[in-house]
C-alpha cells in the first residue's frame, strides 16, 4: 500500500530516502540542535558542493562545505524567556547554538576527513547502507561564523560529474 503512494521514496520514508530521491550524487546534510533552546531560526546556514578531479587515481575529492552563522543578538536574548535560550543548561543561555552537523556520502565514497575554520578536527565516522556518514558537535557564540568542510573520494574514477552532483538536506 505504502509504494502506491511512494511514501517509500519520499521525505516520510526517512532522510536517506530522500538522498537516493535526490540522485546517485546526492550528498545529505543533517543538522540537529542539542541544545533544546529555540535559537534555530537564528543559525544561518550555507552549503556549498566542490569537486576536484585531479587525482592520480581518476576518483574526485568531493568537498561539503556547510556555512554555520550564529546571528542571535543581545537585543533578541532579552526579548526571550530563559528555556528559549537555554539558560537551563550550563554553559548556555547567552546565544550559543549547539548542533550536530553530519554528512552523509553517496554509497561506496571514501572518508577524507572534516575540518572546521580550515582545521582538521576529530569527527565520528560510520556507514549506513554503504553511505559514509561523517558527525561532529560544533558550538557557535553570537556573531560567530564556523565554516564546516567534510570532504569524501569518490567511490569510482569518473564517477563524480559536477553537474550531477546535488546537496540535499534537512534542519531539526
Given at each position: 500500500v505504502l509504494s502506491v503512494f511512494g511514501v517509500e521514496t519520499s521525505r516520510f520514508a526517512g532522510l536517506l530516502a530522500a538522498q537516493d530521491a535526490a540522485g546517485a550524487q546526492a550528498?545529505?546534510?543533517y543538522l540537529n540542535d542539542t541544545t533544546a533552546a529555540k535559537l534555530d531560526p537564528y543559525l544561518d546556514v550555507t552549503i556549498d558542493l566542490g569537486a576536484s578531479d585531479s587525482r592520480s587515481d581518476g576518483r574526485a575529492e568531493v568537498t561539503v562545505r556547510v556555512a554555520l552563522e550564529n546571528t542571535v543578538t543581545t537585543a533578541d536574548l532579552a526579548?526571550?524567556?530563559s528555556d528559549a535560550i537555554g539558560a537551563y543548561r550550563e554553559g548556555f543561555g547567552h546565544g550559543r547554538i549547539a548542533t550536530i552537523a553530519t554528512a552523509f556520502a553517496p554509497k561506496g565514497a571514501y572518508d577524507g576527513g572534516v575540518r572546521v575554520d580550515g582545521l582538521p578536527v576529530e569527527y565520528l565516522?560510520?556507514?549506513?547502507?554503504g553511505r559514509l556518514a561523517s558527525s561532529l558537535q560544533?558550538?557557535?557564540?553570537?556573531g560567530e561564523t564556523k565554516i564546516l568542510e567534510f570532504t569524501f573520494v569518490s567511490a569510482?574514477?569518473?564517477q563524480v560529474d559536477r553537474e550531477d552532483a546535488v546537496i540535499c538536506g534537512e534542519f531539526a
Open positions: 550528498y545529505g546534510v526579548l526571550m524567556p565516522s560510520g556507514d549506513s547502507d560544533v558550538d557557535v557564540e553570537p569510482e574514477p569518473g
